[in-house]
C-alpha cells in the first residue's frame, strides 16, 4: 500500500502484527515498514509464511467443523486483515445465518473490515482488545450481535502468543469462556518458534518492540492444554496444526522448527 494514502488514524510507518501476517499470506494490505519488520522475522524463522498459510487452513477447517455441528455465532479475536476465506464466508457457505463478530485493536484492520463487510448485515467488525477481555465482552456491538444465552464459538487463532506472561494469558481465556453457555466452543491455536539461539531471540525482540505488541512467546502442548481445562477436547486434541482433521495433504514441518499447534474444546 502507499503511505500516502494511509487511513486516518492509521501510522503506516510503525509496523502492525496484523499487516504483516497479512504480508506472510501474500497480501497487499501493508505498507513498507511492515514489510521490512515481516521479512526480519523471516530471517529468523524461514518457515513462518508457511505457518501462516497452515494456521489460516486450521481455521478454515475448524469453522466448517463447529458451523456442522450447529453453531451459528462466531466471535473471532485477533481477527486481522480480511483475506480469502475469512470465517463468515465459510461458515455462511454452509449456514447463511451465521453471525460473526470480528475484533481487533489495529485501526486499519477496522477500516479494510468495515468497507468488505459494509453489505453484510450478519458481520460485525469491532475495535477492542484481548488484553482487556471484560472490556471485549461487554462491547455494545458484540452484545448487540451475538446471543450469549445461545451457544458461540470463541476464536484465538494466532494471537495467544503475542501475551508473553502465561498468567495473563490464562486470565483472558478464563475471561472470555466465562459467559460461554454449554455447547459453546473454544478454537485456538498457538505459535511454537522450536529452538533459537540467544541473538535470533534478541533480535525478534526488536521487531516487535517496535509494534503495538509486547513480544511472543512459545508454548507447549501441555501449556496450551490448560487453556482447554474442563472443556470436552475434540478430536485429536491439541496437535500441530497440518493434523487437524486434515482434508488434503500438507507440508510436514520438520522437528525443531518453527510451527503451530491447535485444538478446539466444547464446553459442557
Do not use: C
Request: net charge negative; no cysteine.
Amino acid at each position: 500500500m502507499d503511505e500516502r494514502k494511509a487511513p486516518a488514524g492509521v501510522d503506516p510507518f510503525t509496523p502492525s502484527v496484523a499487516r504483516m501476517y497479512d504480508y506472510y499470506l501474500g497480501g497487499k494490505d501493508n505498507f513498507a515498514a511492515d514489510r521490512e519488520a515481516a521479512q526480519k522475522i523471516i530471517e529468523i524463522l524461514p518457515n513462518l509464511p508457511d505457518i501462516a498459510r497452515e494456521n489460516r487452513e486450521f481455521l478454515v477447517r475448524a469453522v466448517t467443523y463447529l458451523t456442522r455441528q450447529g453453531i451459528r455465532q462466531f466471535l473471532d479475536i485477533g481477527a486481522g486483515l480480511p483475506t480469502q476465506r475469512n470465517v463468515h464466508q465459510v461458515a455462511q457457505e454452509l449456514a447463511p445465518e451465521s453471525r460473526v463478530v470480528y475484533v481487533d485493536n489495529d485501526p486499519i484492520v477496522l477500516v479494510h473490515a468495515r468497507a468488505i463487510l459494509a453489505e453484510n448485515e450478519r458481520v460485525r467488525a469491532v475495535e477492542a482488545d484481548m488484553r482487556d477481555p471484560g472490556a471485549l465482552l461487554a462491547h455494545p456491538e458484540v452484545r448487540e450481535h451475538l446471543d450469549f444465552s445461545q451457544p458461540v464459538a470463541v476464536l484465538l487463532l494466532g494471537v495467544l502468543h503475542f501475551i508473553p506472561d502465561d498468567d495473563e494469558a490464562a486470565k483472558i481465556v478464563e475471561t472470555l469462556r466465562a459467559p460461554l453457555v454449554p455447547g459453546s466452543y473454544l478454537a485456538v491455536s498457538h505459535g511454537s518458534i522450536g529452538e533459537l539461539s540467544e541473538d535470533q531471540e534478541e533480535e525478534g525482540r526488536k521487531v516487535f518492540s517496535r509494534t503495538s505488541v509486547p513480544g511472543t512467546t512459545s508454548r507447549s502442548r501441555e501449556q496450551i492444554l490448560t487453556f482447554f481445562d474442563g472443556l470436552d477436547l475434540i478430536e485429536p486434541g491439541v496437535v500441530p496444526l497440518h493434523e487437524w482433521r486434515p482434508v488434503v495433504d500438507y507440508t510436514f514441518i520438520r522437528e525443531g522448527a518453527a510451527g503451530g499447534l491447535g485444538g478446539v474444546g466444547r464446553v459442557r
